[in-house]
């Protein structure tokens, strides 16, 4: 939200150099209008006007990702003028940018203080909220953005997002739908609803949604991977590799689409692919536990035990408390002969989820082998109270 100043004849004094800058800030002459600025506040650094100087070459700064300039400028503004509230939404966006959350939702509140009825500030504050995992309070965000401006797409569109998240179906449709009627180019409602649509197992409706999304955002990567999603789900792989390779043509590092891929070769039973492509998501990011784990599955899968077990010590070391690879490694163990240490990693998946019926299972395994035969019989047991032994182990994930 641009602060709109009034554009008169260009002379000589700050307020004149002010008025010139803000014309050419408005026609995105940005580089002429910052230097206007700039001698402005040189001619006369105590204008009454200064502050609004300050906050304009500020959000020229802050549009050219030149952040500590915009904060700068914002701090200047917010000194000269602390009851303006445009200049805390305004700083506010830039500690949003910068993942700065706390300060952004403190300048939010100071804007709403100031300005009780500013629908945007209700509306980025309650993004950040979402964000953190507080949605009561993101909730009533929302609620008061749209009490306040019941015309904006994107204020139903995030409580749609929200309801959904909660698994209020119905609530998120209505809002979803209203966000859609009110601008059928938001291309984020679409995504949101054809998520909604997913959940719900109704893939042709959320392919339906995806396809009008990327036809408003044809370069929107996360978009082609949402649908590869929806197609590796129905088991068209061919369809969904498609997708994921069309994300990471547009966004060669994008490493969930890498993964995402290697996947659906995985689940294609092209392996070498699948490795290739686990591999190249390790390669982006050296800490992505979930690309080691699925690589893991795919060199088990093609009979490479150690390069599967060393995938899934890895995974371990990243993120001690995933179970899955635990149990996985166990049942390398467990082929190896070495019983000890397949008990010993099941006992740790059951220890961090105690409803794990593979772990049961593989350990009741591991036990007999051993001879200890009351201990295998004491999980075989638990493994029936859980369902039975599993008829097929999971092997991949997103």
Known sequence: MLCVVCVRAYGESALDYWREAQRLQEEGNFDQALELYTQGLRIEPQHQHSYKIYNNRGLIYYFQENYLKALDDFNKAIELNPKDSELYYNRGNLYRTLKMVEQAILDYTTTIQLDPQNAFAYNNRGILYFEKGNLDRAEADYHKAIQFNTKDSEFYCNRGNLYRTEGHYERALLDLDKAIALNPYNAVAYNYRSMLHFDKGNYGKAKADLDEAIKIDT????????????????????????????????????????????????????????????????????????????????????????????????????????????????????????????????????????????????????????????????????????????????????
């Open 219 to 398: 370069e929107n990567p996360e978009l082609y991977c949402s649908r590869g999603d929806i197609c590796r789900a129905q088991g068209y792989y061919d369809w969904a590799v498609a997708d994921y390779s069309k994300a990471i043509k547009l966004s060669p590092k994008y490493v969930s689409a890498f993964n995402r891929r290697g996947s659906a070769y995985f689940e294609k039973g092209d392996l070498l692919e699948a490795i290739e492509d686990f591999t190249k998501a390790i390669t982006i990011n050296t800490r992505f536990a979930l690309a080691y784990y699925n690589r893991g599955n795919a060199y088990f899968e093609k009979e490479r035990y150690e390069d599967a077990r060393k995938d899934f010590t890895k995974v371990i070391s990243l993120n001690p408390a995933y179970y899955q690879a635990y149990h996985k490694r166990g049942r390398i163990y467990l082929m190896q002969g070495d019983y000890t240490k397949a008990v010993d990693d099941c006992t740790k998946a059951i220890e961090l989820n105690n409803l794990y019926r593979d772990a049961y299972y593989l350990r009741a395994k591991a036990y007999r082998a051993q001879g200890k035969i009351p201990q295998a019989q004491s999980d075989l047991k638990k493994v029936e109270e859980l369902g039975g032994i599993p008829e097929v182990e999971e092997e991949s994930k997103k």
